[in-house]
C-alpha cells in the first residue's frame, strides 16, 4: 500500500486544480453576463430616449 500513497498527492492536486478552475470559468461567466445584462439595460435606455427624442422632433415640426 506503500505505492497507492504515491499517487494520492498529485491525484488530491490535479482534483483541487481541476475545481477551483471551474469555479474560476464559472465567476468569470457570471461577470460577463452582469456586464452584457448592463449592456442590454443601457441600450434599451438609449433606444426608448431616441424613439421619445424623434416623436419630440415629429411633433413640433409638423405645429411649425
Do not use: C, K, Y
Amino acid at each position: 500500500m506503500v505505492a497507492m500513497s504515491h499517487f494520492r498527492l498529485p491525484l488530491t492536486l490535479i482534483h483541487s486544480w481541476a475545481v477551483a478552475s471551474q469555479q474560476g470559468a464559472r465567476r468569470n461567466a457570471m461577470v460577463a453576463a452582469t456586464d452584457l445584462a448592463a449592456r442590454r439595460a443601457e441600450l434599451l435606455d438609449v433606444q426608448e430616449f431616441i424613439v421619445a427624442a424623434t416623436q419630440r422632433h415629429h411633433a413640433l415640426a409638423a405645429h411649425a
